[in-house]
């Protein structure tokens, strides 16, 4: 289950981290915060900039919209139903 976002919107990096075996300490140094900016952005403390959504996503391998989207927990819940719907597209 997904969390709260200070919108009220869900967030999928915590699953996205640790399904790719990182810690916050990994994810932070990668897109050049603090540890504590990580913990926060999970928490849905803290909505994150463009730039640092887009730090985010590309350490996760993911997209902005995966991460942040509507829905975005169920995705990475789902395990790997981003990527599939990424292959139709790019067969298209």
Known sequence: MGRRSAQGRS??????RTAMGLT?????????????????VEAGDYAP????ALALAERL????????????????AAGSAGDASRSEESTR
Not at 24 to 40: K, N, S
Not at 49 to 52: P, T
């Open 49 to 52: 900039s463009v730039y640092l």
């Open 61 to 76: 391998g993911r997209s902005v919209e995966d991460l942040f989207g509507h829905g975005a927990a169920a995705g990475v």
């Open 11 to 16: 967030n999928a990096v915590r699953g996205a």
């Open 24 to 40: 916050q300490a990994d994810l932070a140094a990668a897109a050049g915060v603090t540890r504590q900016t990580v913990v926060a």
